[in-house]
């Protein structure tokens, strides 16, 4: 069957993450060019070691550049940098880099963490590696530390990654809460775009362009369809003899009844006044006249009401497969004649009439 229409938060969530791999894509080319270059620099200083370290993370950085080049693996390409990132951390906290500077590059990391993780994994691993700032930090003595910070800069050093540490969560958890808003308002606009409000089925709109993809569907793989134009019966009658209100409910009880009948694959609508229409995907002709003669019968038997008032409601439709027909306009125009031959058969009937059609049998497979 064809793919349902994304949601605006599948949208949004798919635009976030190929903007996110863009911007991904451009820090590393950046990362790369300045380990290349403060790598050099280490080398001229004759910090030989300290500059193999540094090119030896730039070649890791352009790697992971290189498998998402051929993965396309977006969660791949971040959990390798957020690794690659911390482990150069940690290597500059624990060598001091050049002239003890080496921590001073970690401010990079709070920002880039919460942007590309949630904000309870971004948490995690930000506490994480403070936690190996502070064992570096007090046992200086470990046969894997190189480097002494005085008690001055520790002090420093902590609290101004605390506060900026705190700053970027705020500010991330605000940029996901605004986007949530946005999100939300999206989908409520769109589900107002595509539902009719007094029944909660579809409306016209939205049903024509599931008609079509349903057509080109056909038109690439040959799976036939149908539908099933239905008019509710002397529907004027009820409003003028119990009201409008009467009506508004008669029309959400019958939208209820559809619903309870048709298959998960089917789309019911409102196609207008108290006029409906049923898509009936990988459905023949005599299928689709099985279901609509359930329905019609089910609409017979049912009692409607309002206000302690029972009105007689029944129902006409029309049914047209596509196999007869050559483009939508005509299969809909096809329904509407059959539609309209049911009506002035006597109502209460679905056209066009096969033999093989029983209805007892029908209602004994309700």
Same mark, same amino acid.
């Given at each position: 069957?064809?793919?349902?229409?994304?949601? $605006?938060?599948?949208?949004?969530?798919?635009?976030?993450?190929?903007?996110?791999?863009?911007?991904?894509?451009?820090? %590393?080319?950046?990362?790369?060019?300045?380990?290349?270059?403060?790598?050099?620099?280490? #080398? @001229?200083?004759?910090?030989?070691?300290?500059? #193999?370290?540094?090119?030896?993370?730039?070649?890791?950085?352009?790697?992971? !550049?290189?498998?998402? %080049?051929?993965?396309?693996?977006?969660?791949?390409?971040?959990?390798?940098?957020?690794?690659?990132?911390? =482990?150069?951390?940690?290597?500059?906290?624990?060598?001091?880099?050049?002239?003890?500077?080496?921590?001073? #590059?970690? /401010?990079?990391?709070?920002?880039?963490?919460? /942007?590309?993780?949630?904000?309870?994994?971004?948490?995690?691993?930000?506490?994480?590696?403070?936690?190996?700032?502070?064992?570096?930090?007090?046992?200086?003595? *470990?046969?894997?530390?190189?480097?002494? /910070? $005085?008690?001055?800069?520790?002090?420093? +050093?902590?609290?101004?990654?605390? +506060?900026?540490?705190? @700053?970027?969560?705020?500010?991330?958890?605000?940029?996901?809460?605004?986007?949530?808003? *946005?999100?939300?308002?999206?989908?409520?606009?769109?589900?107002?775009?595509?539902?009719?409000?007094?029944?909660? =089925?579809?409306?016209?709109?939205?049903?024509?362009?599931?008609?079509?993809?349903?057509?080109?569907?056909?038109?690439?793989?040959?799976?036939? +369809?149908?539908?099933?134009?239905?008019?509710?019966?002397? +529907?004027?009658?009820?409003?003028?003899?119990?009201?409008?209100?009467?009506?508004?409910?008669?029309?959400?009880?019958?939208?209820? *009844? !559809?619903?309870?009948?048709?298959?998960?694959?089917?789309?019911?609508?409102? #196609?207008?006044?108290? &006029? @409906?229409?049923? =898509? *009936?995907?990988?459905?023949?002709?005599?299928?689709?006249?099985?279901?609509? &003669?359930?329905?019609?019968?089910?609409?017979?038997?049912? &009692?409607?009401?309002?206000?302690?008032?029972? !009105?007689?409601?029944?129902?006409?439709?029309?049914?047209?497969?596509?196999?007869?027909?050559?483009?939508?306009?005509?299969?809909?125009?096809?329904?509407?004649?059959?539609?309209? %031959?049911?009506?002035?058969?006597?109502?209460?009937?679905?056209?066009?009439?096969?033999?093989?059609?029983?209805?007892?049998?029908?209602?004994?497979?309700?």
């Amino acid at each position: 069957m064809a793919k349902p229409p994304q949601t $605006s938060h599948q949208v949004a969530t798919e635009s976030e993450e190929a903007r996110v791999s863009r911007l991904l894509t451009g820090l %590393s080319v950046m990362a790369v060019l300045f380990l290349v270059g403060i790598g050099g620099k280490a #080398w @001229f200083a004759e910090h030989h070691t300290h500059s #193999w370290v540094l090119w030896g993370f730039g070649a890791l950085v352009a790697g992971n !550049m290189l498998v998402f %080049s051929l993965t396309g693996n977006r969660n791949r390409q971040k959990g390798g940098l957020i690794s690659i990132v911390g =482990l150069l951390f940690g290597y500059l906290i624990i060598t001091g880099g050049e002239s003890n500077t080496g921590p001073l #590059w970690f /401010y990079v990391f709070p920002p880039l963490l919460f /942007y590309l993780t949630d904000l309870k994994t971004g948490t995690a691993v930000l506490l994480f590696c403070v936690l190996v700032a502070v064992v570096v930090f007090q046992f200086p003595e *470990l046969p894997i530390v190189t480097a002494e /910070y $005085s008690t001055d800069f520790k002090i420093r +050093f902590f609290a101004t990654l605390t +506060f900026e540490s705190i @700053f970027c969560f705020v500010l991330e958890a605000s940029r996901l809460n605004a986007r949530k808003e *946005l999100v939300d308002l999206a989908e409520a606009h769109e589900h107002a775009a595509q539902t009719d409000e007094l029944t909660g =089925l579809s409306n016209r709109r939205e049903m024509q362009h599931r008609l079509n993809d349903e057509f080109s569907r056909y038109q690439r793989s040959g799976h036939h +369809f149908s539908v099933a134009l239905i008019d509710l019966d002397l +529907f004027k009658r009820v409003n003028d003899e119990y009201g409008h209100d009467a009506g508004d409910q008669v029309l959400r009880d019958f939208a209820t *009844l !559809m619903q309870s009948v048709i298959r998960q694959t089917d789309i019911a609508a409102r #196609w207008g006044g108290e &006029e @409906f229409l049923i =898509l *009936l995907p990988d459905t023949s002709l005599l299928p689709a006249l099985t279901l609509a &003669e359930r329905l019609r019968h089910k609409v017979a038997r049912h &009692e409607f009401s309002f206000a302690g008032r029972t !009105m007689p409601v029944t129902m006409s439709a029309g049914i047209c497969s596509i196999a007869k027909a050559g483009s939508i306009d005509d299969l809909l125009k096809q329904a509407d004649l059959y539609l309209y %031959s049911a009506k002035e058969s006597g109502r209460n009937r679905i056209a066009p009439r096969v033999r093989t059609q029983d209805p007892d049998t029908v209602a004994a497979e309700n």
